[in-house]
């Protein structure tokens, strides 16, 4: 009677492990699928440009496939770098996330966390900027608050 008893709880067992196997197996084959617009996927350098007071000047940009990237942001006081997720919208190119609600401050209190311990944080802002031109060594972006395209070069590692 006992021998009965201890199968079905095996049988559960390794359902239950099949199953967390399962789901972190798809976890990652979704963490890892393309999601980016191949044509952006690289490390990008400014060139040109200068920074006033209030403006953080993005000097490169890292863009990886699954839809995240790294920037490295200076200004007359600092230099920054940030993580963020980026898409293409149409003929927009959108980096970072904009923050409403409860959601804001749960991102603002991992910002803080990952800031102390590994030393980068989330874009607090979402910034949008028109494609004006793409090819495999060059990257021109527009914005409407400004009038001078901001151009990126690949960087050859």
Do not use: G, N, P, V
């Given at each position: 009677m006992d021998a009965n008893r201890a199968n079905p709880t095996?049988?559960?067992?390794r359902r239950l492990f099949l199953a967390l196997i399962l789901l972190f197996a798809s976890t990652g084959a979704w963490w890892y699928c393309p999601r980016g617009d191949a044509r952006f996927v690289g490390k990008w350098q400014r060139v040109g440009g200068t920074a006033n007071a209030s403006e953080l000047l993005l000097t490169s940009i890292d863009l990886h496939s699954n839809g995240t990237g790294r920037c490295i942001g200076t200004s007359p006081a600092e230099t920054t770098e940030f993580v963020f997720p980026w898409r293409v919208e149409g003929g927009t190119l959108v980096i970072g996330r904009g923050r409403r609600g409860?959601?804001?401050?749960?991102?603002?209190?991992?910002?803080?966390?990952?800031?102390?311990r590994l030393g980068y944080q989330q874009l607090p802002v979402e910034w949008r900027f028109a494609i004006v031109h793409v090819s495999p060594d060059e990257l021109r972006l527009g914005n409407d608050r400004y009038p001078d395209d901001r151009v990126f070069r690949r960087s050859v590692e």
């Open positions: 095996r049988k559960r067992r409860w959601a804001s401050m749960l991102l603002d209190e991992i910002d803080r966390f990952t800031y102390t």
